[in-house]
């Protein structure tokens, strides 16, 4: 049932801005209603028109939505990198593509600690190395003898790639690989006949190992013998993946995930999911009269701004797309294992605090762990995941708002705001068109401390939230305790502590109506910066 929300106490500013705003948004949706634009179908990508208005661009940027592989690989929420291969032996973060495959040699090599100690951690997934830019394949490929074939390690009859698989299904984990398309050691890199051979090596990976959820294609891109750059036939490597592995993500120059700018850990504050496709005109109209797909059709290009999808931006693009961020970072200063860097392992605090900036703010967390020379990961790596992954328990396993009382502002039926309340995989708050507030009141299980806020929209949806606030009552009167800007997949704020028994969060921003899958509090384990 909705009650509404008693009118006063709410601070003057804050309800001139939800009024400018969201009479905006009443129009808009009795707009989007008379116009018969609201039987737009949802998709990934949706065209925009030269003589679109401002409305009608918004409305379709609210119709763009996950694939289902893209739902699936935001859902896993942390996945790890595995940087391993030569450089793990040579001690050397960039290599020439010269180095001898003997290096090759790791003593106690076992993937199964790997996936033990990752899964223990909270990872849903390991993406490993299998090429990295010195071209020493983790496979027996047969496009190359630069290989695992070629080093004396199990008499070349060893193949990294076979056992980390295994391992992943031991532990139910899921499977990626990089394959780095610049290739320092092969001659044909800079020709096109190096589009063929990629291929090949793309093919063997996809074929001979299983079901594969991630395709990671490295942006960093040098030249090879003689200057040459390579001119990369993205498109026909994007076929071949969706052609024999369709759960597969393409991420990085790729078209499903992209890199989210930096190497340190973090998301931008306001992390929008839909962003413009900047295609020539010639593939916008074959995508349009759908005589071409998005595989088909997709460059990878830059994706670096501070804002990516705010209104200002996608209202000035010619078509929008579903294009997450995927924040990687290693564990340690490099991406390789070096023993001078035992000591150099982040903190459980430090990885806490880029979960929170990372998944926290709309993105999948690629937390690189490297092997060492021996082939585990090392002790200080194994101690720092395990404390990482107990704050992570301590702070979330428990929220405070659990059968509390819950009134929202609006709620349409089917999708009632007490869907928050409870573990509801596939339930969520909803709120009803026309009314000019959107927001949720919650009474506490007594007075409460808390400096922790977690938000989820239903991204089945899209992505909605622009802006909102929460509110303690404090002395008896509300108060602003802290604001955000986008939420989408999922949204974590942190705040100096209140302790308080009721809490109120406005949604003062949004384009189509609110659909939150959870609104949580929490008390962190740690105090962040
Ligand atoms: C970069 C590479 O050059 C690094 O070695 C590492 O693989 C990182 C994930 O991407 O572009």
């Known amino acids: 049932m909705m009650r509404p929300l008693p009118p006063a106490k709410i601070p003057v500013a804050v309800l001139a801005s939800i009024a400018v705003v969201l009479a905006g948004q009443v129009l808009f949706s009795l707009w989007a209603g008379a116009s018969g634009q609201d039987s737009l179908p949802s998709r990934n990508f949706q065209i925009i028109q030269p003589e679109d208005t401002e409305e009608t661009i918004i409305l379709k940027a609210t119709r763009v939505v996950p694939t289902r592989r893209q739902l699936k690989w935001q859902s896993k929420e942390l996945a790890a990198f595995i940087h391993f291969g030569l450089k793990t032996f040579t001690d050397r973060e960039h290599g020439d593509g010269t180095e001898n495959p003997s290096l090759f040699q790791p003593t106690a090599f076992n993937p199964r600690q790997w996936a033990r100690v990752l899964k223990e951690a909270g990872f849903r997934m390991i993406i490993l190395t299998a090429k990295h830019h010195d071209g020493f394949c983790l496979w027996p490929t047969r496009t190359t003898d630069h290989s695992v074939r070629k080093s004396s390690w199990r008499q070349g009859r060893g193949d990294v790639v076979k056992e980390v698989v295994t391992a992943c299904r031991e532990e139910g984990l899921d499977f990626g690989f990089y394959l780095s398309p ?90 929008w999911s839909v962003l413009p496709l900047d295609l ?49 970072v290693s564990i340690r200063p490099g991406w390789f294992y070096h023993q001078k860097e035992d000591r150099a392992v982040k903190s459980p605090r430090e990885l806490f605090e880029i979960y929170l900036k990372s998944v926290g703010r709309n993105s999948v967390l690629l937390l690189n762990v490297p092997p060492d020379k021996r082939g585990l990961i090392n002790q200080n790596d194994v101690r720092a995941l395990r404390d990482w992954r107990q704050l992570l328990d301590r702070t979330f396993k428990q929220g405070y708002i659990k059968k509390t ?82 939420v989408g997949y999922k949204r974590i704020v942190t705040f100096p502590a209140v302790t308080t028994d009721r809490v109120r969060l406005i949604i003062s921003q949004f384009r189509g109506l609110p659909c939150l899958k959870t609104f949580n509090l929490y008390k962190l384990a740690v105090p962040v910066n």
Not at 449 to 474: M, N, S, V, Y
Request: hydrophobic content about 35%; charged content about 25%.
């Open 405 to 486: 009382g819950v009134r929202a502002s609006s709620e349409q039926p089917g999708h009632p705001a007490s869907h928050l309340l409870r573990k509801n995989p596939d339930g969520c708050w909803l709120a009803a068109p026309g009314l000019p507030q959107a927001y949720l009141e919650v009474r506490l299980q007594g007075r409460s401390q808390f400096d922790c806020l977690e938000l989820k929209e239903d991204i089945t949806r899209g992505q909605r939230i622009e802006a909102f606030q929460l509110e303690a009552w404090l002395e008896g009167k509300w108060v602003e305790i802290a604001r955000g800007t986008t």
């Open 182 to 271: 610049w290739d320092q050691h092969e001659k044909s890199y800079g020709t096109p006949q190096y589009n063929e051979f990629f291929r090949r090596q793309l093919k063997e990976l996809l074929t001979d190992y299983g079901p594969v959820a991630e395709v990671w294609f490295d942006g960093f891109c040098g030249e090879g013998p003689g200057g040459r750059k390579q001119q990369y036939d993205w498109n026909s490597y994007y076929q071949l993946i969706r052609k024999l592995q369709p759960e597969a993500v393409i991420a990085i120059m790729g078209p499903d995930v992209r890199w989210v700018g930096n190497e340190s850990g973090l998301a931008r504050d306001s992390e």
């Open 280 to 328: 020539p005109e010639p593939s916008l109209h074959l995508l349009q009269a759908g005589r071409s797909t998005l595989e088909q059709v997709f460059q990878p290009g830059n994706v670096m701004g501070e804002d990516l999808g705010s209104r200002r931006v996608i209202t000035r693009a010619r078509a929008l797309f579903w294009y997450p961020a995927e924040v990687d």
